[in-house]
Structures are given as structure tokens and as C-alpha cells.
């Protein structure tokens, strides 16, 4: 290029003065955005404007000179690694900041963990008065004052167990309903970035960078990444033959390949968790083959990738007929030229949803959700929530379909129980997770669900302390006449033994006379009146029997009867019954006693129930003074007993023991694993917040706006311009000298 000419020197020294004051605003647009949240810092990006001519005449004297600058574009300062980088440790905090805010929720019911070092709590000093109690009614047996202290005791207690069972079930809806606010915020992040995707790729057909448009996109994928952790990533769109523009594509972090899809540029999905849901079949998964009815016609013979699919329009089709993923696919297969070997084949059992029986068994498999059983997904107040999740198909802001690889329609997804990370799971597990009362279904979709504990796990403990309690107490204060003897009749029917030939039961006779009347009337015979087990007799009759039974008989068998014990239950499912959910005559009446319906009995609320002061009458003496069975409750109150799973929860995985010991040191231990998973939360919870802080930090150390940097480059950008406009100057006074000097 020859040497510049004159009056290209004057446009050097313009351009220049252009450079300068672009670059000027450009820092005066950062300085002015310092404290705007998400701002990235921008930086004009300036090329030397140079021409790869040769001039007409050039000859080796000629200087290769510039023309000046020019100003390509504005850009900002980011770097991607750090993005992904925070991004990730955000999800990891967000995950700990959700459980542990659920934790503290769980310590403020039960207060019993107090400060987590062991404080006493509440129910801790109820079960304390209770014991109290009972010590003082050992030293006044059948005291009916005394028995009324342990009743108002132990009625406290169970009150606090209803309490505190309620308590769990508030928390557990709340959890929820910031479970399904967190669904509808995360839609409303997909929404706005699907809609800035397509702004923004607009903007990038006709050359602009929408800088602005990406801070605001960039701070919704930060907000995204609490809720669960995402892969962000960026290609090339093909707009027509000779352009394209950049898209931004946003996936589930750690989904596979290819990865379950929220973004791909100008589509997007939604969260879905619907109250009921389809039954899933825990052994379904999309990518197995044997869980694939049809061979997808995305894949690519030539190379020989076979991809999978349950959807008929997505199937691949040779004239007309869909090409089944059976030996008739295969064969197929092989007549299109392809000679690969399909591993796997279809088989039903694999199907996506399944249906069961009442008994919670699986008795057909389908792929239609409609077929499937529905059970309870996010309703208010039930206790068995799933809380799948789903994602519906990836369409655009007109609601249409995307067409992917192999103009394959996108498809909706069912999210398995463990493919979330962030604050979203945490929610979820928190709902839902049992813990060691985790059945087999829970671990066939989750197989870390015995290790996670959630609200679920802390209602069953609490459930099976109150259980153990009432039927410890119960069994112990038993109605019974211990020491009767009995023989076995020719009939192999066992008989109390009486030696006396005139007793009323033996010749049916004055006080059985009425009920054995009303035995033969309902067809069954005398025997009846000695039998022990009553059981085969309708509820009426056998109080009756048992009526007439405790007057006539004693422990020698003598006939002349013996003082009755006062016993009988004392803790029931509701507080107008007696009944302890665990008829031995019928095993499907009621309910067990749990946490929440735990109650006094209705006959020692009257006082028509008492706390049987001795354990047996063997001798027909008077016993009125004797303590023995209330020492011996005593004594129980202290025995180390055997809690597991099945106790509560007849489905569960395991049936061995996860805990041995007494009341108390199982209402501690509870309350000590509820205080070691706040703890332990705690502490990562700190971790990935410092760890979140450091790389935020980082990451503006590079995107920030620092005034100091912004300073100095304001003081660059002015020297420069007013270097430039010096040049413009001395280029005037050299050219005035030349042609004004010269005409002289």
C-alpha cells in the first residue's frame, strides 16, 4: 500500500477521535452501571482499519501505513468457566439452605433437641412426670386418687404425642406448598428465557449483541441453578445457507446423553406435578431398549445408531409400518441394509407405568398413563405423596412442538426420584423420604431412599415410640385372673378346672343360668360357660360368659371365685373407645395406635379401668395392699425393647431392629438423629455458602465494574483523544504551511 495520503491522514486522526470517544462512553456506561445487579462489564473492541490492496503504483519505497481504527463492536467481560463454576456451587447451597431451613422447622416441633447438645425437652419431662407419678401410686396401691395423678400424667403425654403428630403434618403441607410456589417460579425462569433467546437471537440477525438482554438472561440462569443443577451451553444456529447465530441451550446437569432438555434457544419446557399421578414401573428407563416399544426414526442406519422410543409419530417407519424394537424389527432392520445386532428386545414388563392391586402389587404393566393406577402426587394433607415431577414438551412462545434430530416431535419426560439436585430435591426429600421405613418400591426408584431422611422418617419414629408405649402399658395392665388352672376335654377344647360338682358353671345353674339360656339359644352349648377361649362367641355373649366366669371361679378351682383385678386397657385409638387397634379376634378392625390418634381409653377415663396394682392372685388372699404389677410397669418403663420398621409400616424394606432401648432413650435417639442431620447440614451448608461467596466474588473480580480500572481507563481514553485531536491540529498547520507557505 502506498504511503498514506494527506487527507487520509486527517481521517486516521478522525477515526481516532471516534475510537477515543466510543471508548469513552463505553467506560462512562460502566461507571454509570457500577451498582446495577447483573451488570457485565462491556469493553469496545477496536481492529486497525488496513487494506490488503496494492496500490496501482507501489514500488519497494513504499511504507505499509494503516488507516487509522476502527470500532467493531462492544463486548463483555465474562469468563464461562467461572459461570459454570458458581453456578454449580450455588445449586450444592441452595440444596443444604432448603434442607436445613426444613430441618429447623422439624427442631421447632419436637424441642426436644434444643440446642442439638442434648437438652431436655418437652415429652422428655412428660414421660419423667409419668414415671413420678407411678412411683407414688406404688407407695398407695389402689389409691383411686393416685391412679387419677398417673391418668392426668399420662393423658399430658399423650396430648403432646397428638400435638406433635399434627405439628409434622402442618409442616409437611407447608414444605409442600413451597415445593409447588418453587415449581411455578422455576416455569416462570423458563418462560423469560425462552422469551430472551428469542430476543436476543433476533437482535443477533441484524448485528447487535443485546448486552442487556444477556445480563437479564444471565441473571435468571443464576437464579435457575438454585432450584436444580443445570449444564449451560452455547452452539451455532443455522439461520439460512450463509448465516447463523448463536443459541444458548440449558439441560438437566448429569442426565446422560443426550441430556433431559429446558432450553434449546427459542423453546422451552415447564415443570409439571399434577396431585395425581400415573403408578411409574421402578424399572423403566428411557434409555434401556427393552423399555422401547419402537426404533426412532432419529436414528442414523448409515452409522449405525439406533435410538429408541415409546411414541408412535416419532417411530421410524419402512412403507407405511412402524418398525418394531422385537425380532420382527430386527428382521427389518436388516432388509434397509442394516446388519448390526439389536442387544436387547422389548419386553412388557418394562413398561413405563404400572397397575397395582390393593394389596400394592403389581398386576399389569401399560404404557398409557391412563391406564395406570393414579396415586396421590402433591394432595393436600395425604400422607403418601410421591411428588413426581415431570417436564412437558420443549415448544416455542406460539405452543409449537421442536423438531430434534431426525425431525423427531420433542416429547413430554417423567423425572425419576433422584435425576434433581437443588433446592428443589431437598424440598422434595424432605417430603417424602422414610429413611429406615423405606419399602422396597422407595429403594427400587431411589436406591440411597433408606439412607435419606425426611419429615416421613420422623412421623413414623415418633409413631413407633407411641405405639410401643401404649402396648407395653397395655399388655402389662391386661385384664386377668393369672393362675387358673385349666384341663383339655375329650374335644381338645381347653377348660377352666373346677373341683366343685355344685359350681353354677358346671350345672348351669343360678348366676349362669340367664346366659346359658341365652347360649343355647344362639346355638351353642354349655362347655361355653368353662371354655377359656371365647373368641367363637359374638361380643355380647362373651362379656357375658366372662361375667359369670369371674364370680365362680379361682386359682385352685375351688369355685368360690376371687377378687378381680382392676385392668384393662389403658391407652386406646380415640378417646371414646377402648379399642387398641390390635383385636387378636379380629386383626382388621380399627387402626393402630399412632402419634396422632393415641388417646386415653375410654374406660379409664371413666375410672372403670385402673391401673392393676398386683400382678396375680394365686391364693384368694387380699391383695388391696399389694404393688407388684405397678412396680413391674415401673420396671417397664426402664426395659430396653426392640423397635423396627415393620412395626409401623407393614410394607418396609428392612425388618430388622434399627434401634434398641428404652422410651426415653428412643424419644432421644430420634431426636438426636434429627439434631446429627441438622448438624451435618449445617456444616455443608457453610461450606458451599463460603465456597458460593468465593466464586461470586471471582467472577466479578473479571464481569464487575471496579472503579478504580474504570478511572485509569477514562484517564487513557482521554490522553488518546486528545492526542487525536492534536494530530488533526498539527495535520492542519502542516498542511496550511504547505499550501499558503508555498504560494508565497
Request: hydrophobic share 35%.
Given at each position: 500500500?502506498?504511503?498514506?495520503?494527506?487527507?487520509?491522514?486527517?481521517?486516521?486522526?478522525?477515526?481516532?477521535?471516534?475510537?477515543?470517544?466510543?471508548?469513552?462512553?463505553?467506560?462512562?456506561?460502566?461507571?454509570?452501571?457500577?451498582?446495577?445487579?447483573?451488570?457485565?462489564?462491556?469493553?469496545?473492541?477496536?481492529?486497525?482499519?488496513?487494506?490488503?490492496?496494492?496500490?496501482?503504483?507501489?514500488?519497494?519505497?513504499?511504507?505499509?501505513?494503516?488507516?487509522?481504527?476502527?470500532?467493531?463492536?462492544?463486548?463483555?467481560?465474562?469468563?464461562?468457566?467461572?459461570?459454570?463454576?458458581?453456578?454449580?456451587?450455588?445449586?450444592?447451597?441452595?440444596?443444604?439452605?432448603?434442607?436445613?431451613?426444613?430441618?429447623?422447622?422439624?427442631?421447632?416441633?419436637?424441642?426436644?433437641?434444643?440446642?442439638?447438645?442434648?437438652?431436655?425437652?418437652?415429652?422428655?419431662?412428660?414421660?419423667?412426670?409419668?414415671?413420678?407419678?407411678?412411683?407414688?401410686?406404688?407407695?398407695?396401691?389402689?389409691?383411686?386418687?393416685?391412679?387419677?395423678?398417673?391418668?392426668?400424667?399420662?393423658?399430658?403425654?399423650?396430648?403432646?404425642?397428638?400435638?406433635?403428630?399434627?405439628?409434622?403434618?402442618?409442616?409437611?403441607?407447608?414444605?409442600?406448598?413451597?415445593?409447588?410456589?418453587?415449581?411455578?417460579?422455576?416455569?416462570?425462569?423458563?418462560?423469560?428465557?425462552?422469551?430472551?433467546?428469542?430476543?436476543?437471537?433476533?437482535?443477533?440477525?441484524?448485528?447487535?449483541?443485546?448486552?442487556?438482554?444477556?445480563?437479564?438472561?444471565?441473571?435468571?440462569?443464576?437464579?435457575?441453578?438454585?432450584?436444580?443443577?443445570?449444564?449451560?451451553?452455547?452452539?451455532?444456529?443455522?439461520?439460512?445457507?450463509?448465516?447463523?447465530?448463536?443459541?444458548?441451550?440449558?439441560?438437566?446437569?448429569?442426565?446422560?446423553?443426550?441430556?433431559?432438555?429446558?432450553?434449546?434457544?427459542?423453546?422451552?419446557?415447564?415443570?409439571?406435578?399434577?396431585?395425581?399421578?400415573?403408578?411409574?414401573?421402578?424399572?423403566?428407563?428411557?434409555?434401556?431398549?427393552?423399555?422401547?416399544?419402537?426404533?426412532?426414526?432419529?436414528?442414523?442406519?448409515?452409522?449405525?445408531?439406533?435410538?429408541?422410543?415409546?411414541?408412535?409419530?416419532?417411530?421410524?417407519?419402512?412403507?407405511?409400518?412402524?418398525?418394531?424394537?422385537?425380532?420382527?424389527?430386527?428382521?427389518?432392520?436388516?432388509?434397509?441394509?442394516?446388519?448390526?445386532?439389536?442387544?436387547?428386545?422389548?419386553?412388557?414388563?418394562?413398561?413405563?407405568?404400572?397397575?397395582?392391586?390393593?394389596?400394592?402389587?403389581?398386576?399389569?404393566?401399560?404404557?398409557?398413563?391412563?391406564?395406570?393406577?393414579?396415586?396421590?402426587?402433591?394432595?393436600?394433607?395425604?400422607?403418601?405423596?410421591?411428588?413426581?415431577?415431570?417436564?412437558?414438551?420443549?415448544?416455542?412462545?406460539?405452543?409449537?412442538?421442536?423438531?430434534?434430530?431426525?425431525?423427531?416431535?420433542?416429547?413430554?419426560?417423567?423425572?425419576?426420584?433422584?435425576?434433581?439436585?437443588?433446592?428443589?430435591?431437598?424440598?422434595?426429600?424432605?417430603?417424602?423420604?422414610?429413611?429406615?421405613?423405606?419399602?422396597?418400591?422407595?429403594?427400587?426408584?431411589?436406591?440411597?431412599?433408606?439412607?435419606?431422611?425426611?419429615?416421613?422418617?420422623?412421623?413414623?419414629?415418633?409413631?413407633?415410640?407411641?405405639?410401643?408405649?401404649?402396648?407395653?402399658?397395655?399388655?402389662?395392665?391386661?385384664?386377668?385372673?393369672?393362675?387358673?388352672?385349666?384341663?383339655?376335654?375329650?374335644?381338645?377344647?381347653?377348660?377352666?378346672?373346677?373341683?366343685?360338682?355344685?359350681?353354677?358353671?358346671?350345672?348351669?345353674?343360678?348366676?349362669?343360668?340367664?346366659?346359658?339360656?341365652?347360649?343355647?339359644?344362639?346355638?351353642?352349648?354349655?362347655?361355653?360357660?368353662?371354655?377359656?377361649?371365647?373368641?367363637?362367641?359374638?361380643?355380647?355373649?362373651?362379656?357375658?360368659?366372662?361375667?359369670?366366669?369371674?364370680?365362680?371361679?379361682?386359682?385352685?378351682?375351688?369355685?368360690?371365685?376371687?377378687?378381680?383385678?382392676?385392668?384393662?386397657?389403658?391407652?386406646?385409638?380415640?378417646?371414646?373407645?377402648?379399642?387398641?387397634?390390635?383385636?387378636?379376634?379380629?386383626?382388621?378392625?380399627?387402626?393402630?395406635?399412632?402419634?396422632?390418634?393415641?388417646?386415653?381409653?375410654?374406660?379409664?377415663?371413666?375410672?372403670?379401668?385402673?391401673?392393676?396394682?398386683?400382678?396375680?392372685?394365686?391364693?384368694?388372699?387380699?391383695?388391696?395392699?399389694?404393688?407388684?404389677?405397678?412396680?413391674?410397669?415401673?420396671?417397664?418403663?426402664?426395659?430396653?425393647?426392640?423397635?423396627?420398621?415393620?412395626?409401623?409400616?407393614?410394607?418396609?424394606?428392612?425388618?430388622?431392629?434399627?434401634?434398641?432401648?428404652?422410651?426415653?432413650?428412643?424419644?432421644?435417639?430420634?431426636?438426636?438423629?434429627?439434631?446429627?442431620?441438622?448438624?451435618?447440614?449445617?456444616?455443608?451448608?457453610?461450606?458451599?455458602?463460603?465456597?458460593?461467596?468465593?466464586?461470586?466474588?471471582?467472577?466479578?473480580?473479571?464481569?464487575?465494574?471496579?472503579?478504580?480500572?474504570?478511572?485509569?481507563?477514562?484517564?487513557?481514553?482521554q490522553k488518546s483523544y486528545a492526542a487525536a485531536c492534536q494530530l488533526m491540529t498539527t495535520l492542519d498547520s502542516m498542511l496550511d504551511k504547505l499550501i499558503n507557505g508555498t504560494i508565497r
Amino acid at each position: 500500500m502506498a504511503v498514506i495520503g494527506t487527507f487520509g491522514s486527517f481521517t486516521a486522526a478522525r477515526l481516532g477521535i471516534y475510537a477515543s470517544q466510543a471508548s469513552l462512553n463505553v467506560t462512562g456506561n460502566n461507571i454509570a452501571n457500577i451498582n446495577t445487579k447483573g451488570y457485565t462489564r462491556q469493553r469496545l473492541d477496536l481492529v486497525s482499519l488496513h487494506s490488503g490492496g496494492n496500490a496501482r503504483y507501489a514500488n519497494s519505497y513504499n511504507l505499509d501505513i494503516g488507516y487509522g481504527v476502527l470500532a467493531d463492536s462492544t463486548s463483555q467481560l465474562r469468563d464461562p468457566f467461572m459461570d459454570i463454576r458458581y453456578r454449580n456451587e450455588q445449586s450444592s447451597m441452595k440444596a443444604q439452605e432448603a434442607r436445613l431451613d426444613g430441618l429447623k422447622q422439624l427442631a421447632n416441633i419436637l424441642d426436644e433437641v434444643g440446642d442439638g447438645e442434648g437438652d431436655f425437652g418437652i415429652i422428655e419431662a412428660q414421660f419423667n412426670d409419668l414415671l413420678y407419678q407411678l412411683e407414688i401410686l406404688s407407695r398407695n396401691a389402689n389409691d383411686d386418687s393416685m391412679d387419677t395423678n398417673v391418668r392426668t400424667s399420662a393423658k399430658s403425654l399423650v396430648r403432646l404425642f397428638n400435638d406433635y403428630a399434627n405439628a409434622l403434618v402442618t409442616a409437611k403441607d407447608t414444605i409442600t406448598d413451597k415445593l409447588k410456589d418453587e415449581v411455578k417460579s422455576v416455569n416462570n425462569i423458563l418462560v423469560q428465557i425462552r422469551d430472551l433467546n428469542e430476543q436476543i437471537r433476533d437482535a443477533g440477525i441484524f448485528g447487535d449483541n443485546a448486552l442487556e438482554l444477556r445480563d437479564a438472561r444471565n441473571l435468571l440462569i443464576d437464579e435457575l441453578s438454585g432450584y436444580m443443577k443445570i449444564d449451560v451451553r452455547y452452539d451455532m444456529e443455522k439461520i439460512d445457507e450463509f448465516s447463523s447465530v448463536e443459541r444458548l441451550n440449558i439441560s438437566i446437569a448429569g442426565t446422560g446423553n443426550p441430556p433431559i432438555k429446558l432450553i434449546q434457544g427459542i423453546y422451552g419446557t415447564q415443570l409439571t406435578m399434577p396431585e395425581m399421578s400415573p403408578m411409574r414401573n421402578p424399572d423403566y428407563s428411557a434409555d434401556d431398549p427393552r423399555c422401547n416399544r419402537y426404533i426412532s426414526k432419529a436414528s442414523d442406519l448409515a452409522a449405525g445408531k439406533i435410538v429408541y422410543t415409546n411414541a408412535e409419530k416419532n417411530a421410524m417407519r419402512v412403507n407405511g409400518n412402524l418398525v418394531w424394537n422385537n425380532a420382527a424389527g430386527q428382521t427389518t432392520l436388516q432388509g434397509m441394509g442394516y446388519t448390526g445386532q439389536l442387544t436387547q428386545q422389548f419386553e412388557e414388563k418394562y413398561s413405563q407405568y404400572v397397575k397395582l392391586d390393593n394389596d400394592g402389587n403389581i398386576v399389569a404393566y401399560t404404557f398409557k398413563a391412563e391406564d395406570a393406577t393414579q396415586v396421590n402426587n402433591a394432595v393436600k394433607e395425604a400422607d403418601d405423596n410421591r411428588l413426581w415431577m415431570g417436564l412437558e414438551a420443549l415448544v416455542d412462545r406460539n405452543g409449537r412442538v421442536m423438531k430434534e434430530e431426525g425431525n423427531t416431535e420433542s416429547l413430554p419426560v417423567d423425572l425419576s426420584d433422584t435425576v434433581l439436585y437443588g433446592s428443589l430435591q431437598s424440598l422434595r426429600e424432605l417430603i417424602t423420604e422414610e429413611g429406615e421405613f423405606s419399602s422396597e418400591m422407595d429403594i427400587a426408584f431411589d436406591p440411597k431412599a433408606s439412607i435419606k431422611r425426611g419429615i416421613p422418617y420422623y412421623q413414623h419414629a415418633l409413631d413407633a415410640l407411641a405405639r410401643k408405649f401404649a402396648e407395653t402399658m397395655n399388655k402389662a395392665n391386661e385384664e386377668k385372673f393369672a393362675g387358673y388352672e385349666t384341663e383339655i376335654d375329650a374335644n381338645g377344647v381347653e377348660l377352666y378346672k373346677t373341683n366343685t360338682t355344685g359350681c353354677d358353671l358346671v350345672t348351669g345353674s343360678g348366676d349362669a343360668a340367664p346366659v346359658l339360656a341365652k347360649l343355647t339359644a344362639a346355638g351353642y352349648d354349655k362347655s361355653y360357660l368353662l371354655r377359656k377361649d371365647l373368641s367363637g362367641l359374638p361380643e355380647d355373649l362373651r362379656a357375658e360368659v366372662k361375667t359369670v366366669q369371674e364370680k365362680h371361679l379361682s386359682p385352685t378351682g375351688n369355685g368360690h371365685g376371687i377378687e378381680k383385678t382392676a385392668g384393662g386397657n389403658l391407652f386406646s385409638i380415640s378417646g371414646d373407645s377402648d379399642d387398641d387397634g390390635t383385636d387378636p379376634n379380629d386383626p382388621t378392625k380399627g387402626s393402630k395406635i399412632t402419634a396422632a390418634n393415641i388417646s386415653i381409653s375410654q374406660k379409664w377415663s371413666t375410672g372403670e379401668v385402673r391401673i392393676r396394682s398386683f400382678l396375680e392372685n394365686t391364693d384368694g388372699l387380699d391383695h388391696s395392699t399389694d404393688n407388684s404389677n405397678i412396680n413391674h410397669i415401673i420396671s417397664l418403663m426402664g426395659e430396653k425393647l426392640e423397635y423396627k420398621p415393620t412395626d409401623v409400616v407393614d410394607d418396609a424394606a428392612s425388618q430388622t431392629k434399627y434401634y434398641y432401648g428404652t422410651f426415653q432413650e428412643m424419644l432421644n435417639n430420634t431426636n438426636h438423629t434429627l439434631a446429627d442431620d441438622q448438624r451435618i447440614t449445617t456444616t455443608l451448608y457453610n461450606n458451599y455458602t463460603t465456597g458460593t461467596l468465593a466464586l461470586d466474588n471471582d467472577r466479578q473480580s473479571v464481569s464487575g465494574v471496579d472503579l478504580n480500572e474504570e478511572a485509569t481507563s477514562m484517564m487513557v481514553f482521554q490522553k488518546s483523544y486528545a492526542a487525536a485531536c492534536q494530530l488533526m491540529t498539527t495535520l492542519d498547520s502542516m498542511l496550511d504551511k504547505l499550501i499558503n507557505g508555498t504560494i508565497r
